[in-house]
T-cell receptor
Framework: AQKITQTQPGMFVQEKEAVTLDCTYDTSDPSYGLFWYKQPSSGEMIFLIYQGSYDQQNATEGRYSLNFQKARKSANLVISASQLGDSAMYFCAMRESPDSNYQLIWGAGTKLIIKP | DTAVSQTPKYLVTQMGNDKSIKCEQNLGHDTMYWYKQDSKKFLKIMFSYNNKELIINETVPNRFSPKSPDKAHLNLHINSLELGDSAVYFC????????????FGQGTRLTVV
């Protein structure tokens, strides 16, 4: 079974609009971390934002925020006021317990295209 | 200063050859990883080392062999390259803890012809 599901293979969004990228996860571990990465066309992987399972507040980093709904096991990335440079692949990932050697488990990604 | 650097960035080689990709991190991290990203952009863990000790060894052909001479370096050697090995290979490093992000190298695009 998929541990990280990103249901949107691709999205088109008008510049300056807000965009929400969906991510749901599956774990029975009470302690885990959730990450979002951006991969522009140049290929590098850029860390965006982190949310811990015990964090009381949703994480925010500049224009990025994470809409963490623990009961629903979702960790959606919200980008406010989108810019052309936000066009990229976006990956959601989860890190579980020591038993898994802390490896990151990845979603399939969402390709976001910002239209001028 | 590049935090995680891997070389080469591009590698084009013929089937059957042996090649290596080098990775170095200057972040002082204790854990390093190799990932393979296929043509559909799916990222798959291959290996992980913690303080030079192999801790994750996913189902990868034994033609792939990682080597970690010290905790700042994790190299990937591939024997008898096949067409299906064509992909982007990423090196990454992190603290071996749950709540820390992994930092990635710029990737090596391997093309086997």
């Amino acid at each position: 079974a998929q541990k990280i599901t990103q249901t949107q293979p691709g999205m088109f969004v008008q510049e300056k609009e807000a965009v929400t990228l969906d991510c749901t996860y599956d774990t029975s571990d009470p302690s885990y971390g959730l990450f979002w990465y951006k991969q522009p066309s140049s290929g590098e992987m850029i860390f965006l934002i982190y949310q811990g399972s015990y964090d009381q507040q949703n994480a925010t980093e500049g224009r990025y925020s994470l809409n963490f709904q623990k009961a629903r096991k979702s960790a959606n990335l919200v980008i406010s006021a989108s810019q052309l440079g936000d066009s990229a692949m976006y990956f959601c990932a989860m890190r579980e317990s020591p038993d898994s050697n802390y490896q990151l488990i990845w979603g399939a990604g969402t390709k976001l295209i910002i239209k001028p | 200063d590049t935090a995680v650097s891997q070389t080469p960035k591009y590698l084009v080689t013929q089937m059957g050859n042996d090649k290596s990709i080098k990775c170095e991190q200057n972040l002082g991290h204790d854990t390093m990883y190799w990932y393979k990203q296929d043509s559909k952009k799916f990222l798959k863990i291959m290996f992980s080392y913690n303080n030079k000790e192999l801790i994750i060894n996913e189902t990868v052909p034994n033609r792939f062999s990682p080597k970690s001479p010290d905790k700042a370096h994790l190299n990937l050697h591939i024997n008898s390259l096949e067409l299906g090995d064509s992909a982007v290979y990423f090196c990454a490093s992190s603290w071996g803890r749950q709540n820390t992000e992994a930092f990635f190298g710029q990737g090596t695009r391997l093309t086997v012809v």
